[in-house]
């Protein structure tokens, strides 16, 4: 699918607000409603908006410590990567698991209520995975959100 700059515009203006009424959207891009309407179904249906979600302010619903984990596995061999990926992916405070390539094989993006948690969380339930080596954390300190590039 090849974009134009009014989609280029849609995308960025439902990736701010994803909120806005089909009207709303128009005005600012200077179409009709039925106009912007089919614009965004279409990238709907191509799969340029793979859909919409909700973003909690992690810290205001009671998690205040974010880190990230660097995750080496030690056996490979013995171990999918398929078994780690589903059993961490059952850790509720796992937000996020990202198979990478370079130091470490896994990227986890873990919440905490605060420092205790994490390391109940840490050693209860990452370190007891199946084939977890080396794990580093790095706590988040702050963050600054940029959008993509469009």
């Not at 891009?29 to 912007?36: D, E, F, I």
């Not at 340029?48 to 974010?66: C, M």
Request: glycine share 8%; hydrophobic share 45%.
């Amino acid at each position: 699918m090849t974009l134009d700059e009014i989609d280029r515009a849609l995308l960025l203006a439902v990736s701010q607000n994803a909120d806005q009424s089909t009207t709303q959207l128009g005005q600012k891009l200077g179409l009709s409603q039925p106009a912007t309407w089919r614009r965004l179904r279409r990238l709907q249906e191509s799969g340029a908006i793979a859909g919409r979600r909700l973003v909690l302010d992690a810290e205001k619903v009671g998690f205040g410590v974010t880190v990230f984990l660097g995750v080496k596995l030690a056996t490979k061999g013995r171990i999918s990567l398929e078994d780690f990926e589903r059993a961490v992916s059952a850790i509720p405070e796992v937000q996020s698991v990202e198979h990478v390539l370079g130091l470490y094989d896994y990227r986890l993006r873990v919440v905490a209520r605060d420092l205790a948690d994490f390391e109940r969380v840490l050693r209860r339930r990452v370190m007891t995975l199946p084939g977890v080596g080396n794990v580093e954390a790095n706590v988040l300190l702050s963050e600054e959100r940029r959008q993509g590039p469009l």
